[in-house]
């Protein structure tokens, strides 16, 4: 168990998957706005659109800590609000809703009905609902079949009933639908196979006629029973069914899909079959069958059609035509159904259609994209096959039918969402020389595969860019009254001059406005309804709305060397220390209280709180002072400018900054005071509202700058803009209301302002150089930015340049033509240009040819041009599958980039003529490569890795050590067999090599130079499907396998030294133990992680911060391991885990504890996602935690967000 | 007797119940199968091992999900003939 091991981790999220298992549409908040919910991984996403912007936002996030397999939006009858069914790993049915009061998901039900796991015969993989809501099946793949009755009691609650059984043994499921009945009995269809003959029948006749059914289960309301109403044989090849609405909508019943045709079946309806079109184009394989992947049916007023998708992304319509009756009028009898080609965009798992004229596609790979509808395709030239012209029968012979794909027609795309699903690989590196490094990934497949580059940051939106005549000091906006709503004048403070600009349709200075333009100002503020101050070193200058000027002067031989303001007060200090505060009196006029408070040091800066509502005044003025001190001054009348408390500082301040922020730990929001000091480090601490003490302070150290505060406004949120060597933005973050300190990725401005007009009511405006810049914060759901460079084919692996900031990707995809082939067939055609134009295939994909390879090698430059510089094609059917860099001995510095790669490639069941390991030389540093030899090995290479100026390569089960030759590589050493299946990935260090097989863990190999051996030495117990693994230190590594497992393991030292003793190393290969090698290594740490991790590597993720494990998983998911340093933290968050287990378990019901030790019980690591829910608990249950963990609130919450901002993001 | 008879019966509700609970006369063929079975199944309910086996064979999920399933009918070949 977890308490035995000696190294802890926590595991955090920093980005979470965006593979989509399933998409949903519904009215989850109860009113008539439909909302989407994905579920990834382990996540429910709940996005809304904005059908003003034409995009959907993520509203809510939540880690079910479970297995999301399938989900269903239902509605009770007389409810206008959707509840969500989760199919998860847990056994159990979940129906869950979103509450949007409190932005959160609430479980209404959870009823357990079998083992969890993803099981074979445990229903949990489908899941249908009765169109009208009252009731849904629960399948699993085999036999057991679940149907609850749902229904309301009378406070209108929802209320399930217990399962009824509709279990056939031997049978499995290929799909599953609820038909729409309308109020009749309901139905579910299934898709069946019986597999019990062919089990039984050794001369194989039974398998050869087995027979595919569509199988209606009928629930009976009145009798509360299931049975199996009616069967109908379809085509061996189907593979989904679709809805067709009933009762007034429509003749009921469900289409299935299958190879190459879509038919209708219904128990009192004809079939009714069309075929799939296949498309024309010289490059297309004109006997190649498509499936249909996804579709969605959607229901208009009176009518409703169906958008089918197949494998190559084309969209078709499929629509109805009902026989008419006498009258004119349609009745329940179909007369034949007719599809035709609508529009291609990339393949889908889901696709949505909105009442509000949108279509959202979750793509299988790649960014998910969101589309509007122009038309219909109703009114166009494209052909229609209707099914008067194919036969009923699936067995009967017909003519396949065309199409010519074309761009899109009916469909404009508004937005596309961002998902690094599939990733493939990641590499973190800082080649840009800034603070922290950056995260780079190869993602997606086919053409649209992606190379992104990911930094830490917010992403700004720029509106405006001008050059200004000279350097200004400080910007600043304001109204003129009151109750505008947009800021009149951009105030800008030159060296010894004040300009002013009036913001309106054009933006131009003005001279009129009572302001003195001959100084340098320190502050602007709107005092008042509607009169205006401006702070200058000699005084302040009151200007009311009239246009009557009041000044007040500083006192001989001083200046005003900082100055703060609200709308009631103001306060400036003298730099005499002395402290001048006014206010604004009920005549309008601004008063001086006569007192002046003398501080025995220089006064640095100061800070008013803003006045709260309904307040004449704000309480505290907050004083910076040259001896590192902050001190809180109280200015209610009885005590004005008395001290109320003073907290001691690191460094100078520089910046005081009061403001209230929304906080996690009140549940609404507190008042904070922000301190910016000279040593760039960011301090937030909380002013007690009653006592002005100043408690509970977090710090973060932002750049080496003195830091700036600016308040400003995102989204309606109070933030604050921490400028230093770069501009950072300090906000709560929206979800778990976590202090958040994100860096903007923008230039670094060197003083920021709010700024608000019509165009643009939340911007802020900054000032580079001589540069005015405005500019907004679109997000603060995302703080990671990535910028996407298109490749080819789907990356298999990449590789950095050692010195320059360039990476080399390795490409390939299998069942796609190469080029050559590509250009030949077009060529060959003998077509004018004219009709052969190339579909872009980032939508319509490649043309495809079976056991056809396309590969290439491409240079990428993430950095300067951000672009591919130069790429070569592979010939001859070989497949680029893996990359390395090394130097070679005897050829002194040069370093040759080394391909591994394989001809003719089978993927299932593995298989390959050769493999070769191709040499490039670099050219004009790196940024072209050139071919120089390869060299024919038996098998594809899978896995290579520099090994002391010589090149080790993984081949099957082997390990085989290269050297450089003149004409090809040249083989210097090898253990034959290394592993037990196949080398998958190494790591090396010093005479080390470990190496991890595709099915039985890793193997650490010494290589002995004396005897030119490599000599396995430990290996584990414990068979794991690695996908790569990593060097933590020379005995330990870190690995990830195919069940989406994390583990790091450990060699006994005693066996490290023994390996590493002189010699030839015979002792090591005479102790071999039970057909193993001689020694163990030990499990450290394991974590289920449920993506799949394919790279891991130790890093720091941010500027100072210490070195943490980044695993980057298939899904798109980027995860950290942040080890931890003290014992009292790991208890500490040991016991929080547990707590949270208890109190705020998974709401798709799966137990945490077996989750996390899905396949090997987790060790060594704590689940940091699920402490961090503690964030996000109610009041109450926070109370309870902390009082268990004998800590408070705020204390837990600090620990639980810290370890989040020191270690990432 | 009555003890046997009772562990019986319960050893074939869990047969029923638990489909590939094996018996004394489980033969290698059921139980291979039943194996394979169990494995396709896995692949297709875990969605992350869907995914990475589609992009190994360069098809759509849907299509890698269609393959298992349709393995699954008979994943391991025709069953052995049986002497009577």
Same mark, same amino acid.
């Given at each position: 168990?977890?308490t035995?091991?000696?190294?802890f981790?926590?595991?955090?999220?920093?980005q979470?998957?965006?593979s989509?298992?399933?998409?949903?549409?519904?009215?989850?908040s109860?009113t008539r706005?439909?909302?989407?919910i994905?579920?990834?991984g382990s996540?429910?996403?709940?996005?809304?659109p904005d059908?003003?912007?034409?995009?959907?936002?993520?509203?809510?996030?939540?880690?079910?800590?479970?297995?999301?397999r399938?989900?269903s939006?239902?509605?009770l009858?007389?409810?206008?609000?959707?509840?969500?069914?989760?199919?998860?790993?847990?056994?159990?049915?979940?129906?869950?809703?979103?509450?949007?009061?409190? &932005?959160?998901?609430?479980?209404?039900h959870?009823?357990t009905?079998?083992?969890?796991?993803?099981?074979r015969?445990?229903?949990g993989?489908?899941?249908?609902?009765?169109?009208?809501?009252?009731?849904?099946?629960?399948?699993?793949?085999e036999?057991?079949?679940?149907?609850?009755?749902?229904?309301?009691?009378?406070?209108?609650?929802?209320?399930?009933?217990?399962?009824?059984e509709?279990?056939?043994?031997?049978?499995?499921?290929?799909a599953?639908?609820?038909?729409?009945?309308?109020?009749?009995?309901?139905i579910?269809?299934a898709?069946e196979?019986?597999?019990?003959?062919?089990?039984?029948?050794?001369?194989?006749?039974?398998?050869?006629n087995?027979?595919?059914?569509?199988?209606?289960?009928?629930?009976?309301?009145?009798l509360?029973?299931?049975?199996?109403?009616?069967?109908d044989?379809?085509?061996?090849t189907?593979?989904?069914?679709?809805?067709v609405?009933?009762?007034?909508?429509?003749?009921?019943?469900?289409?299935?899909?299958?190879?190459?045709?879509?038919?209708?079946?219904?128990?009192n309806?004809?079939?009714?079959?069309?075929?799939?079109?296949?498309?024309?184009?010289?490059?297309?394989?004109?006997?190649r069958?498509?499936?249909?992947?996804?579709?969605?049916?959607?229901?208009?007023?009176?009518?409703?059609?169906?958008?089918?998708q197949?494998?190559?992304?084309?969209?078709?319509?499929l629509?109805?035509?009902?026989?008419?009756g006498?009258?004119?009028?349609?009745?329940?009898?179909?007369?034949?159904?007719?599809?035709?080609y609508f529009?291609?965009?990339?393949?889908?798992?889901?696709?949505?259609?909105?009442?509000?004229?949108?279509?959202?596609?979750?793509?299988?790979?790649?960014?998910?994209?969101?589309?509007?509808?122009?038309?219909?395709?109703d009114e166009?030239?494209?052909?229609?096959?209707?099914?008067d012209d194919?036969?009923?029968?699936?067995?009967a012979?017909?003519?396949?039918?065309?199409?010519?794909?074309?761009?899109?027609?009916?469909?404009?795309?508004?937005?596309?969402?961002?998902?690094?699903?599939?990733?493939?690989?990641?590499?973190v590196?800082?080649?840009?020389d800034?603070?922290?490094?950056?995260i780079y990934?190869?993602?997606?497949?086919?053409?649209?595969?992606?190379? %992104?580059?990911?930094?830490?940051?917010?992403?700004?939106?720029?509106i405006?860019?001008?050059v200004?005549?000279?350097?200004?000091?400080?910007?600043w906006t304001?109204?003129?009254?009151?109750?505008?709503?947009?800021?009149?004048?951009i105030?800008?403070?030159?060296?010894?001059?004040?300009?002013?600009?009036?913001?309106?349709?054009?933006?131009?200075?003005?001279?009129?406005?009572?302001?003195?333009?001959?100084?340098?100002t320190?502050a602007?503020q709107?005092?008042?309804?509607?009169?205006?101050?401006?702070?200058?070193?000699?005084?302040?200058?009151?200007?009311?709305?009239?246009?009557?000027?009041?000044?007040w002067?500083?006192?001989?031989?001083r200046?005003?060397?900082?100055?703060?303001t &609200?709308d009631q007060?103001? /306060?400036v200090?003298?730099?005499s220390?002395?402290?001048?505060?006014?206010e604004?009196?009920?005549?309008?006029?601004?008063?001086?209280?006569?007192e002046?408070?003398?501080?025995?040091?220089?006064?640095?800066?100061?800070?008013?709180?803003p006045?709260?509502?309904?307040?004449?005044?704000?309480?505290?003025?907050?004083?910076?002072?040259?001896?590192?001190?902050?001190?809180?001054?109280?200015?209610?009348?009885s005590?004005?400018l008395?001290?109320?408390?003073?907290?001691?500082?690191?460094?100078?301040?520089?910046?005081?900054?009061?403001?209230s922020?929304?906080?996690?730990?009140?549940?609404?929001?507190?008042?904070?005071?922000?301190?910016?000091l000279?040593?760039?480090?960011?301090?937030?601490?909380v002013?007690?509202?009653?006592?002005g003490?100043?408690?509970?302070?977090r710090?973060?150290?932002?750049?080496?700058?003195?830091?700036?505060?600016? %308040?400003?406004?995102?989204k309606?949120?109070p933030t604050?803009?921490?400028?230093?060597?770069?501009p950072w933005?300090?906000?709560?973050?929206?979800?778990?209301?976590?202090?958040?300190?994100?860096?903007?990725?923008y230039?670094?401005?060197?003083?920021?302002?709010?700024?608000?007009?019509?165009?643009?009511?939340?911007?802020?405006v900054g000032?580079?150089?001589?540069y005015?810049?405005?500019?907004?914060i679109?997000?603060?759901?995302?703080?990671?930015s990535?910028?996407?460079?298109?490749?080819?084919?789907?990356?298999?692996?990449?590789?950095?340049h050692?010195e320059?900031?360039?990476?080399?990707?390795?490409?390939s995809?299998v069942n796609?033509?190469?080029?050559?082939?590509?250009?030949?067939?077009i060529?060959?055609?003998?077509?004018?240009?004219?009709?052969?134009?190339?579909?872009?295939?980032?939508?319509?994909?490649?043309?495809?040819?079976?056991g056809?390879w396309a590969?290439?090698?491409?240079?990428?430059d993430?950095?300067?041009?951000?672009?591919?510089?130069?790429?070569?094609?592979?010939?001859?059917?070989?497949?680029?599958?893996?990359?390395?860099?090394?130097?070679?001995?005897?050829?002194?510095?040069?370093?040759?980039?080394?391909?591994?790669?394989?001809?003719?490639?089978?993927p299932?069941?593995r298989?390959?003529?050769?493999?070769?390991?191709?040499?490039?030389?670099?050219?004009?540093?790196?940024?072209?490569?050139?071919f120089?030899?390869k060299?024919?090995?038996?098998?594809?290479?899978?896995a290579?890795?520099?090994?002391?100026g010589?090149? /080790?390569?993984?081949?099957?089960?082997d390990i085989?050590?290269?050297?450089?030759?003149?004409?090809?590589?040249?083989?210097?050493?090898?253990?034959?067999?290394?592993?037990?299946h196949?080398?998958?990935?190494?790591?090396?260090?010093?005479?080390?090599?470990i190496a991890?097989?595709?099915?039985?863990?890793?193997t650490y190999?010494?290589?002995?130079?004396?005897?030119?051996?490599?000599?396995?030495?430990?290996?584990?117990?414990?068979?794991?499907?690695?996908?790569?693994?990593t060097m933590?230190?020379y005995?330990?590594?870190?690995?990830?396998?195919?069940?989406?497992?994390?583990?790091?393991?450990?060699?006994?030292?005693?066996?490290?030294?023994?390996?590493?003793e002189?010699?030839?190393?015979?002792?090591?290969?005479?102790? &071999?133990?039970?057909?193993?090698?001689?020694?163990?290594?030990g499990?450290?740490?394991?974590?289920?992680?449920?993506?799949?991790?394919?790279?891991?590597?130790?890093?720091?993720?941010?500027?100072?911060?210490?070195?943490?494990?980044?695993?980057a998983?298939?899904?798109?998911?980027?995860g950290?391991?942040?080890?931890?340093?003290?014992?009292?933290?790991?208890?500490?968050?040991?016991?929080?885990e547990?707590?949270?287990?208890?109190?705020?378990?998974?709401l798709?019901?799966?137990?945490?504890?077996?989750?996390?030790?899905y396949?090997?019980?987790?060790?060594?690591?704590?689940?940091?996602?699920?402490?961090?829910?503690y964030?996000t608990?109610?009041?109450?249950?926070?109370?309870?935690?902390?009082?268990?963990?004998d800590?408070?609130?705020?204390?837990v919450?600090?620990?639980?967000?810290?370890?989040?901002?020191?270690?990432?993001? | 007797m009555?003890?046997?008879?009772r562990?019986?019966q319960?050893?074939?509700?869990?047969?029923?119940r638990y489909?590939g609970?094996g018996h004394?006369?489980?033969?290698?063929? +059921?139980?291979?199968?039943?194996i394979?079975?169990?494995?396709l199944a896995?692949?297709?309910g875990?969605?992350?091992?869907? +995914?990475?086996?589609?992009?190994?064979?360069?098809?759509?999920?849907?299509?890698?999900?269609?393959?298992?399933? +349709?393995?699954?009918?008979q994943?391991?070949?025709?069953?052995? +003939?049986?002497?009577?």
């Amino acid at each position: 168990m977890a308490t035995t091991s000696n190294l802890f981790m926590l595991s955090l999220t920093v980005q979470p998957p965006s593979s989509t298992t399933q998409v949903i549409l519904g009215q989850f908040s109860g009113t008539r706005e439909q909302q989407l919910i994905i579920g990834s991984g382990s996540r429910l996403t709940l996005y809304r659109p904005d059908t003003h912007e034409l995009k959907v936002k993520e509203v809510l996030s939540h880690d079910c800590f479970g297995i999301i397999r399938a989900l269903s939006a239902f509605r009770l009858a007389g409810s206008n609000k959707d509840f969500v069914i989760i199919g998860s790993d847990s056994g159990r049915i979940a129906i869950i809703e979103y509450v949007p009061a409190e &932005n959160r998901f609430h479980r209404i039900h959870l009823e357990t009905f079998g083992k969890s796991g993803v099981r074979r015969v445990i229903p949990g993989q489908y899941l249908a609902v009765d169109p009208k809501g009252r009731a849904c099946m629960l399948a699993s793949i085999e036999k057991n079949k679940l149907v609850y009755v749902l229904n309301r009691n009378t406070q209108a609650e929802l209320t399930i009933s217990s399962p009824l059984e509709a279990h056939k043994p031997q049978t499995l499921v290929f799909a599953m639908v609820g038909l729409d009945v309308g109020y009749e009995n309901p139905i579910f269809a299934a898709l069946e196979v019986d597999y019990g003959d062919s089990d039984t029948d050794p001369t194989g006749e039974a398998f050869r006629n087995v027979e595919k059914q569509l199988v209606y289960y009928e629930l009976d309301l009145g009798l509360n029973h299931v049975v199996r109403k009616w069967a109908d044989t379809v085509c061996r090849t189907a593979n989904l069914l679709f809805q067709v609405p009933g009762g007034a909508d429509g003749p009921s019943g469900v289409l299935v899909c299958g190879e190459e045709h879509i038919s209708y079946h219904h128990s009192n309806q004809d079939v009714f079959r069309v075929p799939i079109p296949r498309r024309r184009g010289v490059t297309e394989d004109p006997e190649r069958k498509r499936y249909i992947t996804t579709g969605v049916m959607h229901r208009m007023r009176g009518a409703f059609f169906l958008l089918l998708q197949t494998e190559d992304g084309d969209l078709f319509k499929l629509t109805f035509e009902m026989v008419m009756g006498p009258d004119k009028k349609p009745t329940g009898r179909v007369a034949r159904i007719s599809i035709k080609y609508f529009d291609t965009i990339p393949v889908a798992v889901g696709l949505c259609v909105m009442k509000s004229g949108f279509l959202f596609a979750a793509c299988e790979n790649g960014n998910h994209l969101f589309y509007q509808f122009e038309k219909l395709g109703d009114e166009d030239e494209e052909e229609e096959f209707t099914s008067d012209d194919f036969p009923a029968d699936y067995r009967a012979p017909y003519k396949p039918v065309y199409f010519n794909p074309r761009g899109p027609e009916n469909i404009a795309l508004c937005q596309t969402i961002d998902a690094m699903n599939p990733q493939i690989g990641c590499q973190v590196a800082n080649l840009t020389d800034g603070d922290a490094p950056q995260i780079y990934s190869i993602c997606g497949t086919g053409a649209r595969s992606t190379f %992104r580059t990911l930094k830490h940051g917010l992403d700004v939106l720029e509106i405006v860019e001008s050059v200004l005549p000279s350097m200004p000091q400080a910007v600043w906006t304001t109204k003129t009254h009151r109750d505008e709503q947009f800021d009149a004048y951009i105030i800008l403070s030159f060296a010894n001059a004040t300009l002013v600009l009036s913001i309106g349709e054009n933006v131009e200075e003005v001279t009129e406005t009572g302001f003195l333009a001959s100084t340098n100002t320190i502050a602007v503020q709107l005092l008042g309804e509607d009169s205006l101050a401006q702070v200058h070193p000699r005084g302040i200058r009151h200007i009311r709305a009239g246009g009557e000027i009041n000044e007040w002067h500083a006192p001989h031989h001083r200046t005003i060397v900082a100055a703060t303001t &609200n709308d009631q007060q103001v /306060a400036v200090a003298l730099s005499s220390g002395e402290i001048v505060y006014f206010e604004v009196d009920a005549t309008g006029s601004l008063a001086e209280y006569e007192e002046r408070r003398e501080m025995s040091q220089t006064v640095l800066c100061l800070s008013l709180g803003p006045v709260p509502e309904g307040r004449v005044r704000s309480s505290f003025l907050a004083v910076g002072c040259q001896d590192n001190t902050v001190r809180i001054l109280d200015l209610d009348p009885s005590r004005t400018l008395e001290n109320r408390s003073v907290q001691g500082l690191t460094s100078q301040p520089h910046s005081l900054s009061i403001m209230s922020m929304v906080d996690s730990s009140s549940g609404g929001s507190s008042l904070y005071l922000h301190i910016g000091l000279h040593s760039g480090v960011y301090i937030r601490t909380v002013i007690d509202e009653a006592t002005g003490d100043l408690i509970d302070t977090r710090t973060h150290f932002l750049g080496p700058h003195p830091v700036r505060l600016f %308040r400003t406004s995102v989204k309606g949120q109070p933030t604050m803009l921490a400028l230093t060597s770069r501009p950072w933005l300090a906000y709560s973050e929206p979800q778990t209301k976590a202090l958040t300190l994100s860096p903007v990725n923008y230039h670094n401005i060197e003083w920021g302002w709010s700024f608000s007009s019509e165009v643009c009511p939340e911007g802020i405006v900054g000032i580079h150089g001589d540069y005015l810049r405005i500019f907004t914060i679109e997000d603060l759901n995302k703080n990671l930015s990535s910028e996407s460079i298109p490749l080819s084919y789907t990356p298999r692996g990449f590789v950095k340049h050692p010195e320059y900031p360039l990476f080399y990707v390795v490409e390939s995809d299998v069942n796609v033509l190469s080029v050559a082939t590509r250009q030949k067939l077009i060529s060959d055609s003998g077509v004018t240009n004219g009709d052969s134009t190339v579909l872009p295939p980032e939508n319509f994909g490649y043309p495809r040819g079976r056991g056809h390879w396309a590969s290439a090698i491409q240079v990428v430059d993430p950095v300067a041009q951000k672009a591919v510089l130069h790429s070569i094609e592979l010939e001859e059917n070989e497949a680029a599958l893996c990359v390395a860099v090394t130097a070679f001995h005897d050829y002194g510095d040069e370093q040759f980039l080394i391909v591994g790669t394989g001809k003719d490639v089978v993927p299932v069941p593995r298989g390959a003529t050769c493999g070769f390991i191709h040499v490039y030389r670099f050219e004009e540093d790196g940024r072209k490569i050139v071919f120089h030899h390869k060299t024919r090995v038996e098998s594809p290479p899978k896995a290579m890795i520099p090994f002391q100026g010589r090149i /080790a390569v993984g081949i099957e089960r082997d390990i085989r050590i290269y050297d450089l030759g003149k004409r090809q590589l040249l083989r210097k050493a090898q253990a034959a067999p290394a592993v037990a299946h196949m080398v998958m990935s190494l790591a090396t260090q010093g005479n080390r090599i470990i190496a991890a097989d595709m099915k039985e863990s890793v193997t650490y190999l010494v290589y002995k130079p004396q005897s030119n051996r490599l000599i396995p030495f430990a290996d584990d117990v414990i068979p794991r499907w690695s996908t790569n693994i990593t060097m933590i230190d020379y005995e330990t590594t870190a690995g990830g396998d195919k069940f989406g497992n994390f583990w790091l393991l450990r060699c006994p030292e005693k066996a490290s030294e023994q390996a590493d003793e002189e010699g030839d190393g015979a002792i090591l290969v005479e102790r &071999n133990y039970l057909h193993g090698t001689a020694h163990r290594v030990g499990l450290v740490a394991h974590f289920y992680t449920q993506d799949i991790p394919l790279s891991i590597q130790k890093t720091p993720l941010t500027a100072g911060g210490r070195d943490v494990l980044l695993w980057a998983g298939l899904q798109g998911s980027l995860g950290i391991m942040v080890p931890f340093v003290s014992r009292e933290d790991a208890n500490f968050f040991q016991d929080l885990e547990h707590h949270m287990r208890s109190t705020a378990p998974p709401l798709a019901g799966r137990d945490h504890l077996i989750y996390r030790s899905y396949y090997v019980p987790v060790k060594g690591v704590i689940d940091g996602d699920l402490c961090e829910q503690y964030l996000t608990l109610p009041r109450e249950a926070k109370e309870n935690i902390a009082g268990e963990l004998d800590r408070d609130i705020t204390e837990v919450e600090r620990k639980v967000q810290e370890v989040r901002m020191r270690a990432a993001f | 007797m009555a003890d046997k008879l009772r562990a019986q019966q319960q050893l074939e509700a869990l047969q029923a119940r638990y489909v590939g609970t094996g018996h004394a006369d489980t033969t290698p063929f +059921e139980w291979i199968s039943n194996i394979n079975r169990d494995s396709l199944a896995s692949y297709v309910g875990h969605p992350a091992m869907l +995914e990475y086996m589609a992009i190994g064979m360069g098809v759509p999920r849907e299509k890698a999900r269609l393959q298992f399933l +349709e393995k699954m009918i008979q994943p391991v070949g025709k069953p052995p +003939e049986t002497q009577e």
